[in-house]
């Protein structure tokens, strides 16, 4: 086992670990106190979308149990919590009233963390899309970037004065590729330029985010998590290589190229541009508005080959077979190099702000015997990618932190609850929290540099 003092001891003292959770994902209370659906709710009511039919009608029941996990994420030592806001229930018809009862609930949670000395790392939409804003087409239609746009101003006008860090989106490539092109995720959508009309719609929400956080709260630095895709051609030849510049400006270049330059990457428009909506005077010039920061979440690589037949649409690229035989436990390759290989693949493409990774972490689904979580291979997952990460800030990289994905146990989406990805298990059926073998791991990392000679006072449950 590597030892996490040794391993802290690798990263500068104002580096930040913390631990990251999302609030469809945990909060349960999916009708308490004003609370409207989501397009997550009503996509796991529909049969065949979510595995077993889970839904978030009460998932960790982290809304009714908030001061106990503050409590958790202080035990374990961290620094900053990374959360997010649920638009509907601050806004949950997407536009109209406001409710005020949502927002005293992030009141609470802001304030908690401050109370326990724990950065706030908020994020304003991890993916719980108000469902009626579906009524005029959801994300394929530009008034939802105006509706993100108010929702984000009201948010950091009531919480900016104690939020450390804000991000607009978490992942554009699921909300758009993952949802609206592939139908694995709410609302399930499978069509190219419903897929195209989101994306730009999306990139234009971030951008006028960005304006309202920066009217409202100007000092709290501003950014925007991607899991941009490590992508690796299957071989060397002309071909793969190719296809994995190909790959690129579909699944990472869609959202970088208009965030970071301005504009849309060449061969994507070239190919899809004709059915892309009208990208109105200005809006380029929105979307590609200085963050403060960027983040990457990062968990395995993505392999490409040529498909030489060019079936379809652009990229034209297959999937190719995993280098590694390590898998986790909901079948993703385990490859650390691949963390390296996107960072500095991507400092290389654009001119990028510091970076966050702001989510990393593996799903094992080992359970509770005799009080203990034995998940060694978590455990070595998160040694072998820090260890990653502390490299990067050898040669440079501006990586600012680290947050594990994730906190607890959570509804992993179309998986539904059974795949595991927390540093503490939750028994669903008593919501009882068991800090894994993992956690009392990152504990000690995450300790290790305020005390270098103190262990934390965490126990296993
Ligand atoms: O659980 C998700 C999270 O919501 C977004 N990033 C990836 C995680 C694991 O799939």
Request: glycine fraction near 8%; charge should be negative; proline fraction near 6%.
């Amino acid at each position: 086992m590597i030892d996490p003092q040794s391993l802290a001891a690798r990263f500068p003292r104002n580096f930040t670990f913390g631990v990251a959770t999302a609030a469809f994902q945990i909060e349960g209370a999916a009708r308490a106190d004003g609370r409207k659906a989501s397009i997550w709710d009503a996509f796991c009511n529909m049969p065949g979308r979510v595995h077993n039919r889970d839904n978030g009608d009460v998932a960790c029941d982290h809304y009714n149990r908030l001061d106990e996990d503050l409590d958790l994420i202080k035990e374990l030592g961290v620094e900053a919590y990374r959360f997010s806001i649920a638009w509907p229930r601050i806004v949950p018809d997407g536009t109209g009233p406001i409710n005020e009862a949502g927002l005293d609930f992030y009141d609470r949670l802001v304030d908690g963390c401050k109370a326990r000395g724990i950065k706030t790392f908020a994020t304003l939409y991890h993916w719980d899309l108000p469902l009626a804003l579906m009524g005029d087409g959801g994300w394929t239609s530009r008034s939802t970037a105006i509706a993100f746009q108010r929702y984000a101003r009201t948010v950091m006008a009531r919480l900016g004065d104690r939020l450390d860090s804000v991000a607009t989106l978490n992942e554009p490539w699921c909300i758009i590729w993952l949802s609206h092109l592939y139908g694995i995720h709410a609302p399930g959508e499978k069509n190219m330029e419903a897929a195209l009309h989101a994306l730009h719609h999306l990139n234009l929400a971030h951008g006028l985010a960005v304006e309202a956080i920066r009217s409202e709260a100007p000092h709290v630095p501003v950014g925007l998590v991607l899991n941009a895709a490590s992508v690796i051609p299957e071989t060397q030849s002309s071909a793969d290589k190719a296809a994995a510049e190909r790959a690129h400006e579909f699944h990472n270049g869609a959202f970088f190229d208009p965030v970071f330059k301005g504009e849309y990457p060449e061969h994507f428009l070239a190919a899809l541009g004709p059915r892309m909506p009208v990208i109105e005077d200005g809006d380029l010039a929105i979307i590609n508005a200085k963050l403060d920061w960027w983040g990457l979440n990062y968990y395995t690589p993505m392999r490409v080959a040529d498909d030489a037949e060019k079936p379809g649409d652009f990229p034209w690229t297959k999937a190719a077979p995993p280098v590694s035989e390590v898998k986790t436990d909901i079948g993703w390759e385990v490859f650390p190099g691949g963390l390296s290989h996107v960072i500095e693949d991507l400092y290389r493409r654009y001119e990028l702000p510091p970076c966050y990774i702001t989510e990393n972490g593996a799903c094992y689904n080992m359970e509770v015997v005799d009080g203990a979580v034995d998940d060694t291979p978590r455990l070595a997952y998160y040694a072998d990618h820090l260890s990653v990460v502390a490299d990067l800030i050898g040669k440079n990289y501006p990586i600012k932190g680290y947050f594990a994905w994730s906190l607890m146990d959570n509804f992993e989406w179309a998986e539904g609850y059974r795949m595991r990805f927390g540093l503490v298990h939750v028994d669903y059926a008593t919501q009882k929290r068991t800090v894994k073998k993992s956690g009392l791991w990152y504990a000690e990392l995450a300790s290790a540099r305020d005390q270098p000679t103190v262990r934390p006072a965490v126990s296993a449950s």
